[in-house]
């Protein structure tokens, strides 16, 4: 054989050896799967992608394969186990996978399932070119830096903790709450006793936190009847709108109309009862007293405030596919937050003795943040309660309503004072 033809062949099959080796996992038929996870429940948020998913199905035809997954974790806890493993926190997802190539899955939830998003990843495992990374999707986190080095907050993945307290927070700020507490408080500076100050509160505060618990439980239950996620979310967002309008009514117009402020009627029966209770000497009738005072009062206050509990419970936790027990815990959690305020409000009269009380002006100033903040949240859930799951718009809510209960206090302040005088 001719010795440059014997050198030609030899280099050629080294080649062929060599692209045979190396040559890029490229997908045959069917090896691409995409994993749809949805709710076993009514999701609304489900049925807006499944058109999503049926026009890739048919643009792709038989060289990809969908296996959709229902989700929750009582009912389905294989795929549940299976969702979780992602990372996923919300349904609907899903995850792009060359079944070839395991290590290469490209994951998309809820907020990244577009048409666009689903073509890149399903094109990257075509091409098979697994030395880049998959489709660059932008992840909500926020680092800083420390001294034991870089932190990061991924968003998407602590956003029910983080929408928990936020919400929690925003709900133990209301005027109904502290002014009971102030005033029970302030009865019972006269006894100059920092340990039944503390007894009393701790027992107060406790029992208030239980019985809004007892509220949001009620409320979980009623959800898990209904099951419409579209129907609870309509009648939370119109009793939302109702009462933030009422009570920013009641910061221009101060008990003028309907109000969701305690009555005075209701403040002169509360207030009997606290005087009551701090002439007793015996620890088991200060206690009994003191529940009773907590019952009445938390009652008297649900007009208040019960609006930001059942759009949590009945919009927003729901949407994450949670146990019946995680979901208890997190009522819990809610409402350890929803006591903090409270706490700090005993700790800073019983270390001073002093008599701080909320003036008119500032209930006036919290009821108007209220408004906008609960008004704001209802406008959300009549037009896409989704964006309740996501951390940044609950903290845009939050800053705008701020921003503008302080502005239109400030220019509302003289007016108010002239009235005063």
Known sequence: MNKNLRC??????IFFVIFAVIRPVTAENNDIVLEFFISSKPCDSCDEKK??????????GENITVDPYLVHKD???????????????????????????????????YEDITEENLIDAIEYHFEGNYSSVPPDLEKDELCISTPFGLVCINFTEASLPI??????????????????????LSLLLYTKSRKKMIFV??????????????????ILNFISVVQNQYIISFIAGIIAILFGIINIKDFFFFKKGPSTSISDKQKSKLAKQMRKIIKISSVPSLFFSTVVLAISANTVELLCSFYLPFIYT??????????????????????IVYVIPLLIIVGIMVMTLGRWRLSEFQGRILKLFSGIMI???GLILLIKYELLNDVFSIIYILLISLFMSILISIFWKKKFEIKEN
Request: hydrophobic content about 55%.
């Open 201 to 218: 509160g701790g027992i107060f505060i406790f029992f208030s936190g239980f019985i809004y618990f007892l509220l949001m439980a009620a």
């Open 8 to 13: 030609f062949l030899i280099i050629t099959f």
């Open 163 to 184: 929408i928990t307290i936020l919400i929690g927070a925003i709900d133990s700020v209301n005027p109904c709450s502290f002014f009971v507490l102030l005033f029970l």
């Open 51 to 60: 058109p999503i998913v049926e026009i890739i199905e048919n643009m792709y």
């Open 375 to 377: 008004l704001s949240l």
């Open 75 to 109: 009912d389905y806890e294989e795929n549940y186990n299976r969702f979780i493993s992602y990372g996923f926190k919300i349904v609907p997802a899903i995850v792009v996978k060359n079944i070839s190539a395991e290590n290469f899955n490209v994951l998309l939830p």
């Open 314 to 335: 009945g919009t927003i936790l729901p949407q994450y596919n949670l146990g019946v027990m995680e979901q208890y815990l997190y009522l819990i959690f809610y409402n």
